[in-house]
């Protein structure tokens, strides 16, 4: 299996995410030593956190664009140097504003990076395999959460918290250089494809997207799920941001033990990516309803998720162990939409599918703008660090809601016009 080209550049796209969320996550195992040294407040924190996101929500929709007109291997080749470099230069700030900036440049080189991968898997996978590839590839990042905290504190304890963000700057050139070295954005023009794997692949409809963007009717169709994907984002992006620091000060451990309990609520985020991804296929293939795969697996997963964080509310002094297996099961939950999620919008416009993620993906990069913020201003204000984390379940709440709003069985042709999904025609 991995000797084919398929399998190759899904790794390879594992590989991305995987680095990109530590990239991303990085300043949250770092903040107690950056924040001590350049004296800011939880507040101050949050706004580190979440600086990166405000170009990241700008370029999602631009990026997706960006990559569905001179493909991903072009796309994701520049972004990459571009957040390298950003990673490096936070390890070089020198106080709140050039640490913002560098936040910001990160921002700026990731802004593309998920869209347009959804570009290339839209290319590179098997229709009946796409939630599985989004699921994986997931997986990967949250991989990349969970080895994070741990990763970040040796790096600082063998160098500095400086030292931390630089070596893994250098990382990130080195994947640049392999993803142009062995991607091709057609596959059949790749050295090393089957003819068997071609024969499985959609037809390549050109790196170049020459058919205009149906933006109207586009927007309209992807904008519930923009806002079911808000939804999931507002507790990712509290977890990603807010985990480390919680079980460090709320529980008082030592900075190393803190990063270990870390990882073990974002490895169940691993579990997560992987099982909702391959799940939603199963469902896919075995029942042949994709509102059943999509809307309703999303839904019930938002649900258990919610149930999950219920006794971080009614439980007082919630006991460490008790809050690591509620933090664990939400996070686990709450992963498993991303398949089904990241499937939706290739099933609503398979012809700009990064374009389409895009604009879902949207709905995140302004949950990771204001989630950590008011994460951090709620710890401030009240000095409870689970009252973040009860107030993510109203958000869940209305995420379950609007899951079934989306109309993955409608996709839209190049001129706009709704007919059924290919999924939904393959069933019928």
């Known amino acids: ?23 991303r996550v990085n300043v949250s195992t770092a903040a107690s030593q950056f924040g001590a040294e350049l004296g800011l407040n939880h507040t101050q924190v949050g706004f580190v956190f979440s600086a990166f996101a405000y170009p990241y929500l700008i370029f999602q929709i631009i990026g997706g664009w960006v990559g569905d007109r001179f493909g991903p291997r072009r796309t994701l080749g520049i972004c990459a140097v571009i957040w390298a470099g950003a990673t490096i230069l936070t390890g070089l700030a020198g106080g709140f ?15 593309a990076t998920f869209p347009t991968a959804t570009r290339a898997m839209s290319n590179w996978m098997r229709a009946d395999q796409r939630g599985m590839a989004q699921g994986i590839t997931h997986a990967a990042s949250r991989i990349g959460n969970a080895v994070a905290p741990p990763l970040i504190v040796w790096l600082m304890v063998s160098t500095s918290w400086r030292g931390a963000f630089i070596i893994t700057g250098i990382v990130s050139f080195l994947w640049a250089l392999m993803w142009i070295w062995y991607f091709r954005d057609n596959p059949r023009e790749h050295p090393r494809i089957t003819e068997t794997e071609c024969a499985t692949l959609s037809s390549y409809s050109g790196a170049k997207q020459r058919t205009p963007v149906p933006w109207r009717a586009l927007l309209g169709r992807m904008a519930p799920v923009t806002a079911v994907y ?15 620091q919680y079980f460090l000060h709320n529980y008082h451990m030592q900075l190393g033990k803190s990063a270990l309990f870390a990882s073990g609520v974002f490895f169940a985020g691993v579990l997560g990516d992987w099982l909702g991804g391959s799940l939603t296929d199963r469902i896919l293939r075995s029942r042949g309803n994709v509102r059943l795969a999509r809307n309703v697996m999303v839904g019930v997963c938002m649900f258990l998720t919610l149930l999950s964080l219920a006794p971080i509310m009614f439980v007082s002094n919630i006991s460490i162990t008790l809050a690591a297996v509620c933090l664990s099961g939400g996070f686990f939950f709450n992963e498993m939409t991303i398949g089904p999620m990241w499937a939706v919008p290739m099933d609503i416009a398979p012809k700009h599918a990064g374009t389409a993620s895009g604009i879902m ?18 710890i401030d204000l009240t000095g409870n660090w689970n009252l973040p984390f009860t107030v993510s379940m109203v958000l869940m709440a209305l995420g379950i809601l609007l899951s079934f709003t989306m109309r993955p069985d409608r996709a839209l042709g190049a001129d706009g016009v709704e007919e059924p999904s290919a999924e939904a025609r393959k069933f019928v």
């Open 230 to 244: 808000f939804c999931y984002g507002w507790v990712l992006w509290l977890f990603l941001g807010w985990i480390p």
């Open 1 to 23: 299996m991995f000797r084919r080209a398929t399998t190759r550049v899904l790794l390879l796209l594992c590989a991305m995410y995987f680095i990109t969320y530590i990239d």
């Open 97 to 111: 504003a050039s640490m913002i900036f560098a936040r910001v440049l990160l921002g700026l080189g990731e802004g």
């Open 361 to 378: 993906n949207t709905g995140s990069a302004l949950a990771a703008i204001i989630s950590p913020v008011v994460g951090g201003w709620l």
